[in-house]
């Protein structure tokens, strides 16, 4: 199992990013996997994430209505599309699983671990 996170980079407040997690190893459709943040001096915190069983998504609420995660099962790639950006939305971020069908939980259950991006939101 192998995850590749990438898209970050500096934005200006109010600005987007869509990252990209490129997967292999196994089929993206079929399992759960979410995007995790980790700030300066923080605790890595879920973000997004989308089930394995039925499609469904969930955010946390800091970035409810301004994120958005979705994926292409073809492109075997997880994205996830960042609008109205804040400065404590700068963090590196990271795409994980733990091969199960559900959403993933939080970032202490997961097994794989992509190389975070960063992306800093700063005038």
């Known amino acids: 199992v192998q995850l590749q996170a990438s898209g970050g980079g500096l934005v200006q407040p109010g600005g987007s990013l869509r990252l990209s997690c490129v997967t292999s190893g196994f089929t993206l459709g079929y399992y759960g996997i979410g995007w995790f943040r980790q700030a300066p001096g923080k605790e890595r915190e879920g973000v997004s994430c989308?089930?394995?069983?039925?499609?469904?998504?969930h955010y946390a609420d800091s970035v409810k209505g301004r994120f958005t995660i979705s994926r292409d099962n073809a492109k075997k790639t997880l994205y996830l599309e960042m609008n109205s950006l804040k400065p404590e939305d700068t963090a590196v971020y990271y795409c994980a699983t733990d091969l199960a069908r559900r959403c993933p939980v939080g970032p202490s259950g997961m097994d794989y671990w992509g190389k975070g991006t960063q992306v800093t939101v700063s005038s």
């Open positions: 989308i089930s394995g069983s039925d499609g469904s998504t």
